[in-house]
């Protein structure tokens, strides 16, 4: 059974970093490329980061260059997400998602079928 797990979220003050992990079991993270996305209570939910299933190919949003960057462990079968600089809008429940996808990768979570659980993200003095 395909399941991705998120954890590293918490409480951190305006500033601050964080690292997400995103854990892969049931199957083999290589060739899928991964997402991570964030949502609000009663907002859309937003593309944050990807990164290719081969060759590492990457994607930020504009709200987050230069401070977040994503990356893989395909050994460990993980997918990171490194949070610096971080601000009160930062604020939300992030989640990973995970499609077959070779080269690319996409922030559009309406092409990603596997997603974990999620883990909040509190930006807060």
């Known amino acids: 059974q395909l399941r991705l797990v998120e954890s590293g979220g918490g409480l951190v003050q305006p500033g601050g970093s964080l690292r997400l992990s995103c854990a892969a079991s049931g199957f083999t993270l290589n060739g899928y490329a991964i997402g991570w996305f964030r949502q609000a209570p009663g907002k859309e939910r937003e593309g944050v980061s990807c990164?290719?299933?081969?060759?590492?190919?990457?994607n930020y949003a504009d709200s987050v260059k230069g401070r977040f960057t994503i990356s893989r462990d395909n050994a460990r079968n993980m997918v990171y997400l490194q949070m610096n600089s971080l601000k009160p809008e930062d604020t939300y429940v992030y989640y990973c998602?995970?499609?077959?996808?070779?080269?690319?990768?996409?922030?559009?979570?309406?092409?990603?079928?596997?997603w974990g659980q999620g883990t909040q993200v509190t930006v807060s003095s």
């Open positions: 998602a995970a499609v077959m996808s070779f080269r690319t990768c996409v922030l559009s979570d309406v092409q990603y079928p596997y």
């Open positions: 990164i290719s299933g081969i060759g590492g190919s990457t």
